[in-house]
């Protein structure tokens, strides 16, 4: 079992910033890559971004691509977003999560198995 808390949501105009944390505590020596998805309303659950937990690569949904950076620090099982040049359709509420498997489609949240409880993005224009 993994835990993960995230911190960091709030109210933004837009083309300002804000960067999340997300803390894992559990089976921490189980992550093999950890994504960030987040959910608007009425609307599916989608891909933001991904790192390799050990390697450190990472990807990015195009809509946040050059705006967005994810990065992590294993000493601190945290992982970090940080997203500058806010928009208003960024307004949603952010998960992070790991998947239980090595091997998993990172941009599909349906392949992850521990999940955060979610924070808040509200991007006011």
């Known amino acids: 079992q993994v835990q993960l808390v995230e911190s960091g949501g709030g109210l933004v105009q837009a083309g300002g910033s804000l960067r999340l944390s997300c803390a894992a505590s559990g089976r921490t020596f189980n992550i093999y890559g950890m994504g960030w998805f987040r959910q608007a309303p009425g609307k599916e659950r989608e891909f933001v971004a991904h790192?390799?937990?050990?390697?450190?690569?990472?990807d990015y949904a195009d809509s946040v691509k050059g705006r967005f950076t994810i990065s992590r620090d294993r000493a601190k099982n945290t992982v970090y977003l940080q997203m500058n040049s806010l928009k208003p359709e960024d307004t949603a509420v952010y998960y992070c999560a790991t998947p239980r498997e090595r091997f998993y489609a990172y941009s599909d949240h349906k392949r992850y198995e521990y999940w955060g409880q979610g924070t808040q993005v509200t991007v006011s224009s």
């Open positions: 790192i390799n937990w050990r390697g450190g690569s990472t």
